[in-house]
C-alpha cells in the first residue's frame, strides 16, 4: 500500500485467543477483553467465539462492550461522574468503584443493576516504570487495607486488583501473597475477586502452567469466589505490524534520519511516553553511535526513525540496517497492535494509517481508512 498501515494477522490472533480461552477453561476463571489495550470491534465477531465479556473505563467503552460486543461490560473508572453513571450502570454488568467517596455517591444509582466492587490496593507492584505502576506511594488507584471497615457494605460483592504490567506468572504468585496477607480477611464477605490485568499469558516465555497452578491454588483457599482477569496485552501480542515507508533522508552534524510516513508522538506514543523500543523488521537498536559500522563483512548502515510531525522530539533512534534506505522503501515496525491503535492521536491532522486484517486464506482486508473528515469531526 501506498499509505502506512495497521495490519491484524487473524492467525495470530486466534491463537492467542485459543490459548485464553484454554485459560480460562483450566483454571476456571473468566478472562476478559481490557479496552484500554484493543478496542478495534470490527473484530468483536472473532472475539466472541472465544470469550464472552469485556472490560471498560469510560462511557464510550462501557457503550462499545453493550451496543458492540454484545454484553455488559466489567466497568472501573477512577471517578464517575453525575453525567454519566446512570448510563454506565446500564451498560454494564459489574461496577467497580474507585474509593469509598465515590461508593458512597453512586450506590444507591447502580446497585439494582450492577455487582459493586472496590478497587483495593495491596500497596505491592513489581511494575518498574512509574507511568505504569498503579501501586506506587501517592497512586490515585484503590482502597489500603487500613481504610476499609471490618463489615464490608451489603452491596459490595468484589474487590479489584490490578499491579501487573505485561507481567509473567511469576509475578503474580509474589504479588497473590501481598493481596492475600492485606486482603483475604474480607474474602468470606465477597463474591469475586478481579485481579486485573497485565497477564502477558500469550508471551512465548510465560509459564503457564504455573499460572494454572496459581488459579488452582486460590480456588482451593476460596472457593466460593469467581475470579477474573482482564489483559489487554495478552489479546493482541504479536498479532500485527504498523507498516511504515521512508519519504526523505536528512542529515545533521552526522546524524541521518530517515523521516517515516509515521509518527511516534501521534501514532507509536508508547515509544516516547514509557518509553521503550519497537522492533523494526530486518534492523537492529543501536545505543549511542551513529554512521556507518566498519565492522569487516557487516556493513550497518545507521539511522535515526523521525516521524512526519511538527513536534521536534518525534523521533526514535538508533537503528542498524544492512542496507542504505531508499526512499519509498518500507520500515515495519512489528507488534503495533495493542495499547498503540487506541493511543493513537490526530495531533498536528497527520495522516492516520489505515487498519487491516490479514485473513486466514492470504487476503488483506482494509477495515479502515482515515481521511480529512475525520480529523476535522474531532473539532466539531
Not at 185 to 203: S, V
Not at 344 to 355: E, K, V
Request: proline share 5%.
Amino acid at each position: 500500500m501506498d499509505t502506512p498501515i495497521y495490519i491484524i494477522e487473524e492467525d495470530k490472533l486466534r491463537r492467542n485467543l485459543q490459548l485464553i480461552s484454554e485459560v480460562a477453561s483450566k483454571g476456571d476463571v473468566e478472562i476478559i477483553l481490557a479496552f484500554k489495550a484493543f478496542a478495534l470491534w470490527k473484530t468483536f465477531p472473532i472475539f466472541r467465539e472465544y470469550i464472552r465479556s469485556t472490560t471498560a473505563s469510560s462511557l464510550s467503552e462501557a457503550r462499545l462492550a453493550f451496543e458492540e460486543f454484545g454484553s455488559k461490560a466489567h466497568t472501573f473508572s477512577p471517578a464517575y461522574t453525575d453525567a454519566e453513571i446512570d448510563e454506565i450502570a446500564r451498560c454494564s454488568s459489574h461496577l467497580t468503584f474507585n474509593s469509598l467517596s465515590q461508593y458512597e455517591r453512586y450506590h444507591e444509582r447502580t446497585r439494582e443493576q450492577c455487582s459493586l466492587g472496590l478497587r483495593v490496593n495491596p500497596e505491592y507492584s513489581e511494575v518498574g516504570t512509574l507511568l505504569y505502576n498503579p501501586c506506587a506511594p501517592g497512586t490515585r488507584f484503590g482502597v489500603t487495607a487500613d481504610k476499609l471497615p471490618d463489615q464490608l457494605p451489603s452491596d459490595i460483592e468484589g474487590f479489584h486488583c490490578h499491579c501487573h504490567c505485561e507481567s509473567g506468572a511469576d509475578v503474580l504468585e509474589r504479588t497473590l501473597k501481598h493481596i492475600e496477607e492485606k486482603f483475604s480477611p474480607w474474602f468470606p464477605q465477597l463474591k469475586w475477586l478481579n485481579l486485573g490485568g497485565g497477564h502477558l499469558m500469550t508471551r512465548k516465555d510465560y509459564d503457564v502452567p504455573l499460572l494454572l497452578r496459581i488459579l488452582r491454588g486460590l480456588h482451593e483457599r476460596y472457593p466460593w469466589l469467581k475470579v477474573i482477569l482482564e489483559p489487554g496485552s495478552a489479546f493482541a501480542w504479536q498479532t500485527g505490524p504498523l507498516v511504515s515507508h521512508v519519504v526523505d533522508i536528512v542529515e545533521d552534524k552526522g546524524i541521518r534520519t530517515a523521516i517515516l510516513d509515521v509518527s511516534f508522538t501521534c501514532h507509536m506514543p508508547d515509544c516516547l511516553e514509557m518509553p521503550y523500543y519497537p522492533d523494526v523488521r530486518g534492523a537492529e537498536v543501536v545505543s549511542d553511535a551513529f554512521g556507518e559500522s566498519e565492522e569487516p563483512g557487516n556493513p550497518a548502515f545507521l539511522y535515526r526513525l523521525g516521524g512526519n510531525s511538527c513536534l521536534s522530539g518525534d523521533y526514535m533512534g538508533n537503528w542498524s540496517f544492512d542496507h542504505e534506505l531508499q526512499v519509498g522503501e518500507d520500515v515495519i515496525f512489528e507488534d503495533m497492535i495493542h495499547y498503540t491503535t487506541v493511543k493513537t492521536t490526530m495531533f498536528n491532522g497527520i495522516t492516520h494509517p489505515a487498519i487491516g486484517m490479514l485473513r486466514t486464506d492470504g487476503t488483506l482486508e482494509i477495515l479502515r481508512r482515515f481521511g480529512y473528515e475525520d480529523y476535522r469531526d474531532r473539532m466539531d
